[in-house]
């Protein structure tokens, strides 16, 4: 584990070329090109019918991948609106794969660093072994798409979305190790943020909510 400011981490992360891009940078950017690639493809001269047989299959493809919206509405959103629903969704996980760990000197300097240390531990572990890490994300992660009759009125409220994620590629996790019924551990007001590069997690701030 090495220490790297929060500052160099948050840089880093501003800078789209460089090499620790985020992965839920990387799955929005690549899903709204496939969003400008499928227009693009229906001024080709393929056949129609291919490219209409390509969209269904995605389709299915995606609807069986998010978890299911009891309201139906989202099985008439239009193929590129469903596109970005995958994409936020898929970009609010974090991908097991082993990562080296690399702690903020922010967060080492923090008094709760001792507090939670064993916590942390656990996590690190887990961060570092390839384990799942989603018993500790946000339970909003189990709504892929959320009816516009329900939804909250400002976006900072709805539960499909992760702004932090969406703009910053920053995860945060709930720092308790007792699981729960659900597969989700016990939620604590002390949640760590943390950004996720392929082979790296940047471990940045505690922050109370």
């Given at each position: 584990m090495h220490g790297v400011t929060g500052l160099t981490i948050l840089t880093s992360l501003m800078l789209p070329r460089v090499v620790h891009i985020s992965v839920g940078r990387m799955s929005q950017a690549f899903w709204y090109g496939w969003c400008r690639w499928f227009n693009e493809l229906q001024e080709t001269t393929l056949s129609e019918d291919l490219v209409d047989s390509l969209r269904e299959e995605i389709r299915k493809y995606i609807m069986k991948e998010i978890p299911a919206d009891q309201s139906g509405e989202i099985a008439g959103v239009s193929f590129q609106e469903l596109l970005i629903v995958y994409g936020n969704w898929r970009a609010r996980h974090v991908p097991r794969h082993p990562r080296a760990v690399h702690?903020?000197?922010?967060?080492?300097?923090?008094?709760?660093?001792?507090?939670?240390?064993?916590?942390?531990?656990?996590?690190?572990?887990?961060?570092?072994?390839?384990?799942?890490?989603?018993?500790?994300?946000?339970?909003?992660?189990?709504?892929?798409?959320?009816?516009?009759?329900?939804?909250a009125p400002n976006l900072q409220g709805r539960?499909?979305?992760?702004?932090?994620?969406?703009?910053?590629?920053?995860?945060?996790?709930h720092l308790s190790t007792v699981l729960e019924s659900d597969g989700f551990v016990k939620?604590?007001?002390?949640?760590?943020?943390?950004?996720?590069?392929?082979?790296?997690?940047?471990?940045?701030?505690?922050?109370?909510?």
């Amino acid at each position: 584990m090495h220490g790297v400011t929060g500052l160099t981490i948050l840089t880093s992360l501003m800078l789209p070329r460089v090499v620790h891009i985020s992965v839920g940078r990387m799955s929005q950017a690549f899903w709204y090109g496939w969003c400008r690639w499928f227009n693009e493809l229906q001024e080709t001269t393929l056949s129609e019918d291919l490219v209409d047989s390509l969209r269904e299959e995605i389709r299915k493809y995606i609807m069986k991948e998010i978890p299911a919206d009891q309201s139906g509405e989202i099985a008439g959103v239009s193929f590129q609106e469903l596109l970005i629903v995958y994409g936020n969704w898929r970009a609010r996980h974090v991908p097991r794969h082993p990562r080296a760990v690399h702690i903020s000197t922010e967060l080492q300097m923090n008094q709760k660093y001792i507090t939670y240390k064993s916590e942390l531990d656990a996590i690190i572990r887990a961060i570092e072994s390839g384990s799942s890490l989603t018993p500790h994300l946000s339970r909003r992660i189990t709504t892929a798409y959320e009816p516009a009759s329900s939804r909250a009125p400002n976006l900072q409220g709805r539960r499909d979305l992760d702004l932090l994620v969406a703009d910053w590629g920053i995860h945060h996790l709930h720092l308790s190790t007792v699981l729960e019924s659900d597969g989700f551990v016990k939620r604590t007001g002390e949640l760590l943020f943390a950004a996720f590069a392929k082979d790296d997690a940047y471990l940045i701030i505690f922050i109370r909510i």
